[in-house]
């Protein structure tokens, strides 16, 4: 119930095209919905973050649209770019649970912006 | 601001041996969480310390442990190595309020032999 699932594994995308990635959970108690964004060789970085009480979320070039009663939240990036090619991570934590600390992350998405 | 720190950046040790990882939040910041990275399990949460308390555990054997200052740096230790410790371990901070937003270090690369 911990879980979350991420898919798909890698996605590769054209310059200028929208790149999906979707996630899932089973855990009611999660409300916080964070997206990250790996180089190789870096920690992850915090790109965008959501709370289940909007269904969308953007910030620039990044969307995160929200679906509670479905339990699945996705990342968008509009318009890609070569250098958006990273590994892109869904997370999960119950915040209100006194757990927000404790993030559950996806599996992960190796993302290839081709030019 | 200055990020979160951790060092060392890279680290061999043989088998059997005990390490300990140093991690410095972003000032302010009073959460210090810690996660183990690799290819075949991914991102796993190991603990969170809150003002010098544990405050959450993941599934991980009590080889592995934490601490944490009243400056809110954080250590976390883990005891008789095994080849399976093999790891990126990544610390991150978080002011907690209003959002539990973390921010990750560039991590320690652990290699076991």
């Known amino acids: 119930q911990q879980q979350v699932k991420q898919s798909p594994q890698s996605l590769i995308v054209q310059k200028g095209g929208i790149s999906i990635i979707n996630c899932a959970y089973e855990?009611?108690?999660?409300?916080?919905f964070p997206w990250y964004q790996q180089f190789p060789g870096k920690g992850p970085a915090l790109l965008i973050a959501?709370?289940?009480?909007?269904s969308e979320k953007k910030e620039g070039r990044f969307t995160i649209s929200f679906n509670k009663s479905a339990k699945q939240f996705s990342l968008h990036i509009m318009d890609s770019q070569p250098g958006d090619s990273a590994t892109y991570f869904c997370?999960?934590?119950?915040?209100?649970?006194?757990?927000?600390?404790?993030?559950?992350f996806g599996q992960g998405t190796e993302l290839s912006v081709k030019p | 601001k200055a990020g979160v720190t951790q060092t060392p950046r890279y680290l061999i040790k043989t088998r059997g041996q005990q390490v300990t990882l140093s991690c410095s939040p972003i000032?302010?910041?009073?959460?210090v969480s810690w996660y183990q990275q690799t290819p075949g399990q991914g991102l796993q949460f190991l603990f969170e310390?809150?003002?010098?308390?544990?405050?959450n555990k993941g599934n991980f054997p009590g080889r592995f442990s934490g601490r944490q200052f009243s400056n809110s740096r954080s250590e976390m230790n883990v005891s008789t190595l095994e080849l399976g410790d093999s790891a990126l371990y990544l610390c991150?901070?978080?002011?907690?309020?209003?959002?539990?937003?973390?921010?990750f270090g560039p991590g320690t690369r652990l290699t076991v032999t």
């Open positions: 991150a901070s978080s002011l907690v309020r209003p959002d539990y937003e973390q921010y």
């Open positions: 855990n009611t108690a999660f409300d916080y």
């Open positions: 959501i709370r289940p009480d909007v």
């Open positions: 997370a999960a934590s119950a915040f209100g649970h006194n757990q927000g600390g404790k993030l559950i």
């Open positions: 000032s302010g910041h009073r959460s």
């Open positions: 310390y809150f003002s010098e308390t544990q405050r």
